[in-house]
């Protein structure tokens, strides 16, 4: 460690004026330079202390402001404290970001979280209870339809023992026999055949191999109602588990609603946990987590065990049903006017999870391919940008480009404006009264004779209860516009990682549950024995924030190498804790452990 002594006199030293630096030295000017002048300061453990929250982060939040501890029970203040007095005069905060690409560090706190909230809703705990082990589930893959012929990676029998790293010799792309009517060249002229044998890691694999047969538009617009299928799927999903128990004599379960009405539901409901992914191709897979739960007449937010007689078997069947059945059609468009169909893909694969760890796929497994995948975006298919406006979109979006760009293209195009004003001349004249009046009536509360639409005189009062009703959405207009906000996305605009509100626990409690623990630790650590010398205790005070943003990222690149190496090591420690913490228990650490 470099000494943390001035590297030059003062310059309010009698006769070394001449000699003080008045501008960084040369040296600062670089990652390497800058770090060193930093780590010299004296203030530098300090600085290392209070960016700790966000020292992994890649572009931290700064926020400026002061901090109020009062007192609840009497309001006081009884401390305050102002950013101007700490490091760098801002709080440091990561930015929690979940796409690896974007910050590595929050988006694998974000995994592991991912991670212990999937599988608790296997196996129970963090407030689930430990019964869901026994519930059926099952780890269905759910993939979208063709859209065009694209390049593929055929293996038709895997000899590998992981799929994720396989070296199986593949088969041909697209290979037709001769007398194939479909063998030769496409409408546009180009090879509808492919004899390459592709390799995992081929920069052409997912990409069509004729960019003007591919339907572009069709699998944007797939895209933007993906979500509505996988709910029009998990509906159709219980309604046959419905009538798979009124076959078997179950009667339907009386629940009292939070209005105070009773109702009858199936007694039995699905709980899922999913997550999406982008192909090659640019079009969006889903791999859920399902389980079968049971309804608790007295407490319906529990989760029970379903009626017996209920197997996985059941779950799979009512699954590959409602796949093979849900099916609609989009509103129309002016460049589609019946609309797009929107379907399942032929592919769809259904396993039955073990929690014994003796199975095909096991709970922390599918938890675990789960999770990584929250974390990404569209990398797969080459493309990643920031949400796309009228400036940048022509960087991006090309009618006659690759695959990708064209589906920017897609995206923009459909998600126009579909209505333009008709102009004043040539709107038809309207016999009727102005808007807003009414032929005259009588008011029956206080007899006011009015061509208002509502009493002047009664407005008042029933104002104030027009204000606590819930204002109704009005009808979309376009239901493509959408499209443009989510261009940037291939047109999908839905969560990555999404659960029902029974499967699990959520982020937020796992966060906060970490924040505690992390507290209690640091004081353990500044006060063994638990004796605190603080006399604020968390439970007696509230800290109020009034905090403004004030820049995103590092000041210099020397502060992000020392913070960035500060929290390497730092999970590099706690790396070494957790293997020989499972080692002394003589079992294996799990792929992705527990945060702390």
Known sequence: MASTLDLTPRASARGVGSNADTTPPVYAYTAAGSAFERATRPDYFGWIEHVRAAAGCTRPIRLAGQLLTVDQATGRVVEQRHTDAMPDAAIYTACGNRRATVCPSCAHTYQRDAYQLLRAGLIGGKGIPDTVAQHPAVFPTFTAPSFGSVHVRAVRKHTCRNRKRCDCRPDPCHARRAD?????????????????????????????????????????????????????????????????????????????????????VPPVRLSHGKAAEFQARGAVHFHALVRLDGVDPDDPAAVVPPPAGFTVTDLVDALRHAAAQVAFATPGHPDQPHGWPIAWGEQLDI?????????????????????????????????????????????????????????????????????????????????????????????????????????????????????????????????????RRWAHMLGFGGHFLTKARRYSVTFQLLRDTRQTYRRRDDQDHEHPGGQLVDEHHDDTTLIVGTLTFAGVGWHTTGDALLANTAAAMARERQAAGREELAHELSSTPAGIAPAA
């Open 351 to 483: 396993r039955p999870i073990s929690l014994t760890g003796d199975g095909e796929v096991t709970d922390s497994m599918v938890a675990g391919y789960l999770a990584k995948y929250a974390t990404k975006s569209t990398e797969v298919t080459g493309h990643r940008s920031v949400r796309l406006t009228a400036d940048t979109i022509g960087d991006h979006a090309d009618p006659d480009g690759d695959h990708t760009a064209r589906l920017i293209d897609a995206c923009w195009r459909i998600g126009r404006p579909t209505g333009t004003p008709v102009p004043l001349s040539e709107r038809p004249r309207d016999p009727r009264p102005r808007p807003g009046f009414v032929p005259r009536w009588e008011c029956p509360d206080c007899g006011t004779h009015t061509r208002y639409a509502a009493c002047p005189v009664c407005v008042a009062q029933r104002q104030s209860a027009l204000d606590t009703e819930t204002a109704s959405k009005p009808p979309a207009t376009n239901p493509y516009a959408r499209l």
């Open 180 to 264: 194939d009517p479909t063998a030769g060249r496409c409408p546009h002229g180009r090879p509808a055949v492919c004899w390459a044998r592709h390799e995992p890691g081929d920069a052409i694999l997912g990409q069509p191999l004729c960019l003007d047969c591919y339907d572009h538009d069709h699998q944007v617009v797939w895209n933007l109602y993906s979500g509505e299928l996988w709910h029009r799927t998990k509906q159709a999903a219980e309604r046959h588990l419905a009538k798979l128990a009124r076959r078997r004599g179950i009667p339907r379960v009386e629940i009292v609603t939070a209005t105070g009405r009773t109702r009858t």
